[in-house]
């Protein structure tokens, strides 16, 4: 069934390394892949999307890649800082238009 | 502009009873989707609704319903509530269907 796969579920780094969160998506008709930040008690935001017709997209510090060939994306974060510690879903649109989310990567960014 | 609005913030029921919770999208904004939020399983879609019409349905039981409004204001209601429906319940709305979605604040929903 349509599924989108996270990894890590947890990643801890020292402030100033970078950070890198893979999902991989089942239906490879699957066309948008939005990255939601949601930090504690608060409502998930969007950080960064790429459409299916683009390799990268770059954004300051954050950055996202997708490999449909492969039906992997990754977002990349570099220079983390303190407050870029938060939870962090990956999501991919099937072909039906549902938004399917990854299982969440806790992010920790140590000072 | 005003963000999506969820109301109420919090809710305590009890095993049995129903629910319906609110969201007021984005001014201008047509395509609201509800999500379930647990530790254990993650965002899960509900449903999707654009101009008063479900477009597309999750894997939930029928206990689950929505309806969205002319004003593209929508609800979802939940009946015969059980333990497990205890959850955050997240509404999004976009422009339109397939559109960048953003999120309200959610319902906190504790099932006694």
């Known amino acids: 069934g349509e599924n989108v796969e996270q990894h890590p579920s947890t990643l801890s780094v020292q402030e100033g390394d970078s950070a890198v969160i893979k999902c991989t998506y089942s239906d490879s008709a699957s066309n948008y892949f939005p990255w939601y930040k949601q930090e504690l008690g608060k409502r998930p935001q969007l950080i960064i999307d790429?459409?299916?017709?683009?390799g990268e997209k770059k954004d300051q510090r954050i950055a996202v890649t997708l490999n449909k060939t492969a039906k992997h994306f990754s977002l990349h974060i570099t220079e983390t800082q303190p407050e870029d510690s938060a939870v962090y879903f990956c999501a991919a649109r099937n072909q039906g238009g549902k938004l399917i989310f990854g299982q969440g990567t806790e992010l920790s960014v140590k000072p | 502009k005003a963000g999506v609005t969820q109301t109420p913030r919090y809710l305590i029921k009890t095993r049995g009873q129903q629910v319906t919770l609110s969201c007021s999208p984005i001014s201008g904004h047509r395509s609201v989707s509800w999500y379930q939020q647990t530790p254990g399983q993650g965002l899960q879609f509900l449903f999707e609704y654009f101009s008063e019409t479900q477009r597309n349905k999750g894997n939930f039981p029928g206990r689950f319903s929505g309806r969205q409004f002319s004003n593209s204001r929508s609800e979802m209601n939940v009946s015969t509530l059980e333990l497990g429906d205890s959850a955050l319940y997240l509404c999004?709305?976009?422009?339109?269907?397939?559109?960048?979605?953003?999120f309200g604040p959610g319902t906190r929903l504790l099932v006694l």
């Open positions: 790429i459409r299916s017709n683009v």
């Open positions: 999004a709305s976009s422009l339109i269907l397939e559109e960048t979605q953003y």
